[in-house]
């Protein structure tokens, strides 16, 4: 079994293990309790009554926090002509075409995000095993495969999450720093859930909010109450 130190054990000592909280006292009892010296990510938990196996109850998304992640992503775009310019004013860190592709089947990871416009799809697709087991293959289902490649850019530099179901029926996002104030935090939480909420696919029967938890890097999850949240997002 394993065994915490004593710093976690004493910030689980304030959470009490039988209680949910809503998300506007469970972010700051997720703060209060935090001992870990560095800037920790701050992340929600959902357990959702979905079967990912079947194709009809996939959830997944994309949110641009209200608030940010406090950490601008470095963000490559494929493109050509006029839309590499266009990529460039909105603030990509890496631009170019299908040299890129070559570049990055070579080795080079040096990004956080890949938008690219339909056209360079063709070319794109080679990098399947590459960028698709890290997340980052583009989709036009998050709107990283579009012809509006500049917004594309601006929403994942201003903060942009994308969210997806695992095999285990648990989404895993973050939303925020420790350092941001608890008002953004817990703006930057119901914008996720909202998205997550909307997301619902019509096959999901049940209840869909099984379980939420808000925690950070090192600390102990706080748990969130689900009837709350949805009575919340009904108004």
């Known amino acids: 079994m394993r065994k915490h130190g004593k710093k976690f054990t004493a910030a689980r000592a304030q959470v009490a293990p039988d209680r949910t ?12 309790v935090k001992f870990a010296k560095f800037d920790e990510t701050v992340e929600l938990t959902l357990r959702l009554g979905v079967d990912p196996k079947h194709a009809d109850q996939m959830v997944r998304g994309t949110v641009v926090l209200p608030h940010g992640l406090g950490k601008s992503k470095r963000v490559l775009a494929i ?10 004013e909105a603030g990509a860190d890496v631009v170019g075409g299908e040299e890129l592709v070559d570049k990055i089947q070579a080795g080079f990871m040096d990004f956080e995000a890949v938008v690219a416009t339909p056209d360079m799809m063709r ?44 095999k285990t029926g648990i989404i895993h996002a973050p939303v925020g720093k420790m350092s941001f104030t608890s008002d953004s935090l817990v703006a930057n939480a119901h914008a996720l859930v909202d998205s997550i909420v909307k997301a619902k696919p019509s096959a999901a ?3 869909y909010l099984r379980s939420v938890t808000v925690s950070s890097t090192m600390g102990p999850g706080v748990r969130i109450d689900t009837t709350h949240v949805e009575t919340l997002l009904k108004h």
């Not at 493109?79 to 460039?88: L, T």
């Not at 070319?123 to 890290?134: E, F, Q, S, T």
């Open 123 to 166: 070319a794109v697709g080679k990098l399947g095993k590459v960028l698709g087991p890290r997340g980052l293959m583009p989709n036009p289902k998050t709107g990283t495969v579009t012809l509006d490649i500049a917004k594309a850019v601006k929403e994942i530099k201003a903060g942009k999450v994308e969210f997806r179901v695992d």
């Open 205 to 207: 029967k049940g209840k």
């Open 79 to 88: 493109a050509g002509g006029e839309k590499q310019k266009e990529a460039q």
């Open 21 to 32: 909280y809503s998300i506007e006292d469970a972010v700051p009892l997720a703060q209060k």
